[in-house]
């Protein structure tokens, strides 16, 4: 079962579309993260699914409840999602203990001392309960967020960037521990950030956005390794790319020689076609009479960048640093280009 289903859900801010037919389903105990360029609607999408977003028409399904639709508008305080933004938001009045038994004043005394006790060990502040917002340490009052969320036992936890705030070697701890934490209970969490690398070690899946829709939804590894198009490339990492024709089935013509496929290509012979190659995927060699020429290298530790013209065309050539031996490459050297052999990835020439 999905604990989350989006069913063409648009929004509109004045006659400024927001968010545009855009479909997404979560399932059971899966954390997706939400990218995209500042503006696509991340933040509206998870105001829209929290029962926070007014001008909304399409369908929002929580645990197979419908929350959302024509006629349906469940209020905020009855959809169970947990919230969790930048910025904490802790009452500064209140301590540890009160600001999580805010939302259980239905709960007796004992009851919620009960509950909080359970959260704040869960988050590792057992000791807390009566320290006030400002005096905890940033990680220390994102994990009270947490906390805090967790005490009203949501069914989906929706994260607007929870943890830009904080240094990286807090961010990617608390990171760590707070997908732990929602994998040991089976929560479904959807979480919104600009870092890709943050997405990349909280999410099971990572969708990417653009203008208001999905554009691809899939592991981190897949979106880098098989975009769906050239803007999904891009997002994910450096991109170099050749124009080719198609030779046979198993063959590309191109610039670099002829490519060979591990796969059948699917399009016809002579077919122009654009390759995407990381720039992992080429070497260089060192070849007075090559057709390359050196123009930078940048040198980043544990591997280098090395930008060539080879043809009038500029490429970035990844080489990794694995035993200390980064190729003493230097500006101006010829230079030949080499494919290294993987799945190709192919898109329509623009
Ligand atoms: N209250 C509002 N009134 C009018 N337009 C708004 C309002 N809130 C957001 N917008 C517009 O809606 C679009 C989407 O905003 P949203 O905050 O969802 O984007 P985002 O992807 O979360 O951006 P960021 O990554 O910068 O946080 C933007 O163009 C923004 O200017």
Redesign the pocket.
């Known amino acids: 079962m999905s604990t989350l289903i989006v069913n063409k859900l648009s929004c509109f801010?004045q006659k400024?579309q927001?968010l545009n037919s855009l479909d997404l389903e979560l399932a059971n105990n899966e954390i997706v993260c939400l990218l995209?360029e500042?503006?696509?609607?991340?933040?509206?999408l998870l105001r829209a699914i929290a029962g926070l977003q007014l001008d909304l028409s399409g369908e929002i399904q929580i645990n197979a409840k419908t929350v959302n639709n024509t006629g349906i508008n469940i209020p905020p305080e009855e959809r169970k999602v947990g919230l969790i933004f930048q910025d904490y938001a802790l009452f500064p009045h209140l301590n540890v203990f009160d600001n999580i038994a805010f939302s259980l004043q239905k709960l007796s005394r004992s009851e919620q001392r009960k509950l909080v006790t359970e959260v704040l060990t869960l988050v590792r502040l057992k000791d807390y309960a009566d320290r006030f917002p400002h005096q905890l340490s940033g990680g220390q009052q994102q994990r009270i967020a947490i906390a805090r969320a967790l005490a009203y036992q949501p069914e989906l936890m929706l994260l607007d960037e929870p943890f830009s705030n904080l240094d990286p070697h807090v961010r990617f701890q608390l990171i760590d521990e707070i997908r732990q934490l929602l994998k040991a209970h089976s929560m479904s969490a959807l979480f919104?950030t600009?870092s890709k690398e943050e997405g990349f070690a909280f999410a099971d899946r990572i969708a990417l956005m653009r203008s208001g829709k999905i554009v691809q939804i899939d592991t981190a590894q897949m979106l880098y390794s098989h975009p769906n198009s050239r803007y999904v490339a891009d997002f994910m990492g450096l991109s170099n790319y050749l124009r080719v024709t198609v030779k046979d089935k198993y063959s590309y013509q191109s610039d670099l020689g002829l490519l060979n496929c591990n796969a059948i290509i699917e399009h016809p012979i002579n077919t122009p076609l654009t390759l995407l190659l990381r720039p992992e995927q080429l070497a260089v060699e060192v070849d007075p009479v090559g057709k390359g020429t050196i123009k930078k290298v940048d040198f980043l530790g544990a591997y280098q960048h090395v930008s060539i013209v080879y043809l009038s065309k500029h490429y970035i050539v990844k080489q990794s640093n694995h035993y200390g031996n980064c190729m003493q490459l230097k500006v101006g050297d010829k230079i030949s280009l080499i494919v290294l052999s993987h799945d190709f990835v192919a898109f329509q020439t623009e």
């Open positions: 801010y400024n927001v995209g500042s503006g696509c609607g991340k933040t509206t919104v600009h």
